[in-house]
Nanobody, 127 residues
Framework: QVHLVESGGDLVQPGGSLRLSCAAS???????????MGWYRQSPGKERERELV????????????ESVKGRFTISSIAGGGDGKWVYLHMDNLKYEDTAVYFC?????????????WGQGTQVTVSS
């Protein structure tokens, strides 16, 4: 079992910056079984959709949505057996970046791949 907690969401003006944090905790075995972490967002009016924003593997391979390339940066997965965390640096924020941002962790176990989600953190871009 892995518990994810996001933080850093806020109200920011267009063109501003934010840094979101995601902290993963749980059993030593589960934490060390994390092979990727990522950020997804759920925009207003799209409550049934969570779109990928950025993800990173434990080996450092990243993937970004086209809409955020060049503006958002996901950090390397930091930490050890006691916990891991990942950050999302967001620059030049736009109105359309307004959303609830969720952290997701992928874990490989003998029984297969498991996914865990955080509760989300609200980012609002408004003047």
């Amino acid at each position: 079992q892995v518990h994810l907690v996001e933080s850093g969401g806020d109200l920011v003006q267009p063109g501003g910056s934010l840094r979101l944090s995601c902290a993963a905790s749980g059993s030593f075995f589960s934490i060390n079984a994390i092979n990727s972490m990522g950020w997804y967002r759920q925009s207003p009016g799209k409550e049934r959709e969570r779109e990928l924003v950025a993800s990173i593997t434990i080996g450092g391979r990243t993937n970004y949505a086209e809409s955020v390339k060049g503006r958002f940066t996901i950090s390397s997965i930091a930490g050890g057996g006691d916990g891991k965390w990942v950050y999302l640096h967001m620059d030049n924020l736009k109105y359309e970046d307004t959303a609830v941002y969720f952290c997701k962790a992928e874990i490989t176990k003998l029984t297969g791949i498991e996914y865990y989600w955080g509760q989300g953190t609200q980012v609002t871009v408004s003047s």
